[in-house]
């Protein structure tokens, strides 16, 4: 989700932007659906985090447009 990534909601989550992200990924999840350009508020250490585990445990997809924007789904590489 774009609030753990972005410095404008840096402050007004209640939780560590990062620890949070970090905790998502852990659990798995089956998909998840990236913007193939970030936004310019992006925190540069959580496109990282992300961008290790997309290439660590996921393959994409498929990439397809929505609106003006592409999005790349990735799926989880192998079962957990």
Known sequence: PQHLALRRYREGLGVDQLAELR???AAQPAAIVVSTT???????????????????????LGT??????DFTVYGLARVP
Request: glycine share 4%.
């Open 23 to 25: 905790r998502l990924l």
């Open 64 to 69: 397809r447009r929505v609106g003006d924007a």
């Open 38 to 60: 970030p936004d310019d508020d992006t925190r540069p250490a959580a496109r990282a985090v992300l961008l290790a585990t997309l290439a660590r445990d996921y393959r994409p």
